[in-house]
């Protein structure tokens, strides 16, 4: 019933969009191809995306999502067989977006307004017994408090799924860390190393970033590592060991940008105009991922909700790019 209700509002909403923007609009029309969308493996990402898509749907655009890898999407972006990326983390994916801004072909289409965080994570409970946290040197010496069957006498570290790239076994290597990493196969993988260790309130050290439903759910906090500083990821020099790379933390108050392929402009510059509007805050992309992860809606369904439930955030980006 409450789908049904949301479809009326989402076509009513839209109907009175598309009604304002064909009314003297004297710029080049949107090309009919579709506009395609990444999805990827967090829900956040995958919500905003079908999000976007049904906004876009409104202007009468088509769309259609692709699945990709949230590393090799930067590449297809340039490429132009992807033609956006709604959720650019700087932590786990600001390398990549950088090397493909340096070969050309995509561009920066702006910032959230939401500030973000990925790092190593934990419930707060864990912090009883290992009370020295959040610093990283309290790590090694709490190391057998997570350890388990597979990691022996080293402590376990439950890292993202492999293409988010966090760096995790070097960066437990460049500190001397007594720590194994193990990447996660998904991010429900995540979620129940969490829930499992909730009952007996068992230390856990998982990858968990934010904005995100968990931190509505797992009063929890991020180890401190050192610092980032820009080009730990690429000049031995910075961060404490000066011998390796990857010895700092990612960044503590990291970015989340939209990005665009350079083509998008000139075929779809009506949806493009609506896209460097685009921002969405803290609280906006958790409530995005709960509706997924908690409440167990369809990603597509959570996101015509959304946007019913929004019209005030969305609708004036829509506004801005009616002629
Ligand atoms: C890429 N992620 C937001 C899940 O850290």
Redesign the pocket.
Known sequence: MKTTLTRFATAAAVTAVIGMTTVGSAQAEDSGDPIIIPI???S??IVMSNAVGQIFESLGRNVEYVTTD?QAVYESVRLGDVHLEL?V?E???GKSFREALEKGGLHDAGDHDAV?R?DWWYPMWTKESCPGLPSWEALNDCAELFATPETGDKGRYLD?PVD?L?HGKERAEALGLNFTVINAGS?AALWAEIGAAEKDKKPVLV???TP?FAEAVWPGEFVEFPEWEDGCDKDPAKGPNKDALYDCGNPAKGYLKKAAWDGMEDKWPQAYCVLTKISFTNPQIAEMAKLVDVDEQEPDEAAENWLADNEAVWKPWVEACAS
């Open positions: 990827h493996n967090w956040s990402q949230s959720e983390w932590g786990a994916f973000t990925e993202g988010w966090k991010a990858f968990n970033w995100n």
